[in-house]
């Protein structure tokens, strides 16, 4: 069975909106594909990406406005600096986004994969 879901939310503080997330989920019985597009403020530090019922990234799209970092199935791992990147056969089971670029930046993140 296919399924299709759309989910949009935001996380304010007192003066601004820290993360305005808007994620398409489209699920099959043998692989996940989610879209997503953050806006994500400066000093945003390892978030991290909900990956739905995926349980393996295969393969990670990421097209920044600003600069970033990623770091694939820890925070302690080593993070990789990125402002657009094609992965395939990632195998990453999380993935958390830095934003130090010294302004809110704008993602759009596309990943496929295997669903627990």
Do not use: C, Q, W
């Not at 993360?19 to 597009?37: G, L």
């Amino acid at each position: 069975m296919d399924f299709i879901e759309n989910i949009s939310f935001k996380v304010v503080d007192d003066t601004r909106v820290l993360i305005n997330e808007t994620k398409t989920y489209t699920d099959t019985t043998s692989s996940d594909f989610i879209t997503s597009t953050y806006d994500l403020v400066d000093g945003t530090t390892d978030y991290p990406v909900e990956l739905g019922r995926v349980g393996k990234i295969k393969y990670l799209f990421i097209d920044s406005s600003s600069p970033i970092s990623i770091k694939l199935n820890s925070t302690s791992n080593t993070a990789i600096p990125v402002k657009f990147i094609v992965l395939s056969t990632v195998d990453a089971t999380s993935l958390y986004i830095t934003n130090s670029s010294g302004s809110t930046t704008n993602i759009k993140l596309s990943l496929v994969g295997i669903p627990t």
